[in-house]
């Protein structure tokens, strides 16, 4: 009877941590897919926008763990995305038109891919530090990719808190899991910060400070073009 309470539990959070996955792939394939239709690529290059959004940066990070891709062990991502495709090709004008729909599946799936770097990072026994990177990782570098095949600047280099969200969402994972809470408990923490983080980015226009050496280069070549020359 224990080992069969135990095994419940077991599958309930891998089954959790699948319904995260494909809520990630299908937000995040959603979110790149929008971009390609407001830029008029014809479906398999929207497919190809889409799945690269859903899948870099998981691929990324299971690259540096030195783990198998997740996409390469069942075919469900690939359906997944094409689902997008369907869900795209249905509702695009509404899709295409409203950046609040855009923001929204951008959010849900920053904010799932990052728990899901954090988890698997600490599930493979690597330190809380690593595992934040991870997790950004996991989180931003399919957007990064997605920006650079629309040619976009990527939104993590934008003045809109993004990276800056993944961080703190899995820095509240960690703190979660070092008191031992339920990993579906750290999971929703760090996804609700991710998800309050960029509202209230966006709301109260939070931005980090940008540099400004372009303009102090200029005033320094100025100033060593005026600088009067000593008489031979």
Known sequence: MLFADAAGAVFSV????????????????ISGLRISTAKHFDMFGAYVVGLVTAIGGGSLRDVMLGLPMF?????????????????????GRRIVNENITWFVFDTIGLAMFTV????????????WWIAVVMGMITGAAGGVMRDVLVNDVPLVFRSELYATASMLGAL?????HSLDVDLRICAVAGGAVVVATRILAVKFKWAL?????????????HRHREKPTSPH
Do not use: D, I
């Open 71 to 91: 996409w390469m062990q069942q075919p469900g991502y690939l359906v997944c995305t094409f689902c997008a495709v369907v869900v795209v090709w249905a509702f």
């Open 209 to 221: 400070p940008k540099l400004t050496g372009r303009s102090q280069v200029r005033r320094f070549s």
């Open 172 to 176: 509240a994972y960690c703190g979660a």
């Open 14 to 29: 891998h089954s959790f941590l699948a319904v995260l996955e494909y809520v990630g792939v299908l937000a995040c394939a």
């Open 116 to 127: 899901l770097g954090v988890q698997k990072s600490l599930a493979n026994g690597h330190a």
